[in-house]
């Protein structure tokens, strides 16, 4: 039987993982957060690094992989990768401070760069990766969904899905522009000054044309009704996996477990 | 309106229809933007844009959401960039407040305007780097950065001096083609955007005729 519009456009995931609902991901995503400062503030052997972090670092993995996207999730990791690895290298070899402990012709590793290095690009290896894993497997549907069922304005949900649409419709037409402008003699490749040049003739029109178009879009949003004051409908319905309550509850027992160990480690000092 | 009667501003009445239609517009162009500039591999960002041009127009509050919705949504593919968004929020709130007081309308107004918008987003950028990234960020100028601080220079100085440059510079070429765009936008769409009566052509002779 052919599906009618309305069940054509709703979600149906099977991982139970990936169809939690976005706000759970997101109370997940900021008790992890939690317990990495929390392990950062670890600090082993006699140069006092937190290498708890390291380890604690495959959880991000393992969460890719029990949603079930974990080749995809791993490739938009590359640019937090990147960010890491070069935060970790100039620590390494550029902070000064403390003693050495590795020296090579002009490579030196101080106490206090590790350090530094390790923590830092941990961090953001961990909190980042956690976002995402909650951003990967929820799409923006989902997002502006759950904006609104959280009590926000229909407006704020409406911006949000309408920025998305924007960004594809003026990558498209920036190209357009760009390849007009390019067949009309405007020069996008050489040195400097041409490349510079061939940037104003293309973002002018793309600006100005958003903003008359604008108009038209306030027009055929309130011939929708859309500023209506009363309740409204929906074709897109969000739905929970039934597993919230799990992972949620397994979550806060980690923290636990984290700020427990934490001040164990206290005392016995 | 005539000149000295000022125009009372309400954030209820910035958020109008347009002003929301405005911002989707505005976090494009940043995109758009910031992709053009790698595209034609310019040594700046240029991803302010979008957010100038609708505090221009629209005054901080709305020229802050776009910054923040900016950065929100870049962030879903780099969640680096939500370290950054009080940054952009601030780009946002610093240029409405000078299109406000219509700063932008004479030279020497958006020169003073520009190099204080630069200065606030090099102060606003610097704690986050220096404290959560340590210095770098992985673009282009992190690179000279990362030199000066291998020369011995401190961090901060070594960061705002590098980075400032490069910043006050991303301002003025934001500003320009905001002016641009504007003065090719016609009266009748620039007035009902709550800060566009600044940039109405032939401000005087108009307010002759309704007076």
């Known amino acids: 039987m052919e599906k009618t519009f309305t069940e054509k456009i709703q979600i149906n995931k099977r991982n139970k993982i990936a169809g939690l609902y976005p706000a759970t991901k997101l109370q997940i995503v900021i008790l992890f957060s939690i317990s990495t400062l929390i392990i950062n503030s670890i600090k082993l052997t006699d140069a006092k690094l937190a290498l708890l972090l390291i380890p604690w670092f495959a959880l991000v993995p393992f969460m890719f992989a029990i949603t079930g996207e974990f080749k995809k999730s791993m490739k938009s990791m590359k640019p937090i990768f990147v960010v890491a690895i070069f935060i970790i290298a100039v620590q390494t070899f550029i902070v000064s401070g403390g003693q050495t402990l590795w020296h090579w012709h002009f490579l030196s590793i101080r106490e206090k760069g590790l350090q530094t290095a390790i923590s830092l690009g941990f961090l953001v290896l961990n909190i980042a990766g956690m976002f995402t894993w909650m951003l990967q497997s929820t799409s923006t549907k989902e997002i502006s969904r759950c904006f609104e069922e959280s009590g926000m304005n229909f407006k704020v949900a409406y911006i949000f899905t309408s920025s998305l649409e924007m960004i594809k419709v003026f990558s498209k037409r920036s190209q357009t522009i760009l390849d007009a402008q390019r067949s009309r003699g405007v020069e996008t490749e050489g040195n400097l000054k041409v490349r510079a040049k061939a940037f104003f003739p293309t973002i002018v029109p793309l600006i100005l044309g958003g903003i008359i178009g604008s108009e038209d879009r306030v027009l055929t949003l309130e011939a929708r009704g859309f500023s209506i004051k009363g309740e409204h409908t929906h074709l897109f319905d969000l739905k929970k996996s039934g597993y919230e309550r799990r992972m949620l509850v397994v979550s806060i027992i980690i923290t636990l477990l984290i700020i427990a160990g934490r001040i164990s480690l206290w005392r016995m000092k | ?211």
């Open chain 2, 1 to 211: 309106m005539t000149k000295n009667e000022r125009k009372q501003f309400s954030i209820k009445e910035d958020f109008s229809m347009l002003a929301l239609l405005i911002i989707p517009v505005g976090v494009a162009v940043n995109f758009v933007g910031g992709q053009l500039a790698s595209l034609l591999r310019l040594p700046l960002y240029l991803d302010t844009i979008g957010t100038i041009f609708v505090a221009m127009l629209c005054g901080p509050w709305v020229g802050a959401i776009t910054g923040l919705l900016t950065n929100i949504l870049t962030g879903i593919a780099n969640p680096v960039n939500f370290a950054f968004i009080p940054v952009a929020i601030i780009a946002g709130l610093v240029t409405g407040a000078f299109a406000r007081h219509d700063y932008f309308s004479v030279w020497w107004k958006w020169l003073i305007a520009m190099v204080v918008m630069g200065a606030a987003s090099i102060l606003s950028a610097a704690p986050i780097v220096v404290l959560m990234f340590g210095g770098v960020t992985g673009s282009g100028a992190s690179l000279i950065t990362a030199t000066f601080m291998a020369a011995g220079a401190n961090i901060w100085g070594a960061f705002i001096g590098t980075e400032g440059l490069f910043n006050v510079l991303d301002r003025i070429i934001s500003v320009l083609i905001c002016l641009a765009v504007i003065k090719v936008i016609p009266n009748r769409n620039l007035i009902k955007f709550s800060c566009g009566m600044f940039y109405v052509k032939d401000r005087e002779e108009i307010a002759e005729v309704t007076e």
